[in-house]
């Protein structure tokens, strides 16, 4: 169960919408804090 709920989290990083993302790089961020302020939120509601 467990690894499938890590797979589905990851797989929906794939999905996060790709105006998010540009907007992320046109900040800056990269790494840990990009997916922490962009893909986190964006790939939640669809998540839960």
């Known amino acids: 169960m467990v ?3 890590c797979l589905d989290f990851i797989f929906h ?3 996060a ?8 790089r046109k ?3 990269r790494g840990v804090r990009y ?14």
């Open 3 to 5: 690894f499938h709920d």
């Open 13 to 15: 990083f794939c999905w």
């Open 17 to 24: 919408p790709e105006t998010l993302r540009m907007a992320g």
């Open 27 to 29: 900040y800056g961020l």
């Open 35 to 48: 997916v922490l302020f962009i893909l986190a939120p964006a790939t939640l509601p669809s998540i839960l």
